[in-house]
């Protein structure tokens, strides 16, 4: 009898925890609508290579409110990630910025004739079309062939 109210006492003491500890819903949407997000017109940086702009139909959020954004969710933080997310759905997309594959468009590098001029850059993205088709042709011999076939 004992155990059983120690057992008892000791499921209460959680439950009481974990309800003390969880925010309510309305505390996780007004958390939600105090994160920084991005108003239309407004640019923010992407790992300070790349703008983001806010419009009334998508808006951003850069990586601390990620970061929160995350944890409201119930999920861990990744650090140096961003969010993108439409203004009125309930889907949203974490970015993460890689450098390894970052490539800076410009005139100097892509002239406008096909030619790329910075021998790096060239080398990275031949290697990287012909590791694509790679891919593509062993997803299309896996895929049977009506699933991938031109329908007219």
Known sequence: MKRMFVATALAAACVLSFAQTTPS???VGKQMRELGWLKPG???SVAGKAEFKGSPTY?????ADTDKFLKLNGNPPVGHSYTI???QSNWFAILHFA??????????????DGRVSDRSTETFLATFMAEFREHIMRVLTVLPREA???RS
């Not at 450098?99 to 406008?112: L, M, R, S």
């Open 85 to 87: 997310a439409p203004v």
């Open 59 to 63: 808006t951003f959020l850069g990586e």
């Open 148 to 150: 991938y076939a031109v």
């Open 42 to 44: 407004a640019i923010a």
């Open 25 to 27: 819903a309305e505390e």
């Open 99 to 112: 450098p390894e594959g970052y490539i800076k468009f410009t005139k100097d590098i892509f002239p406008g």
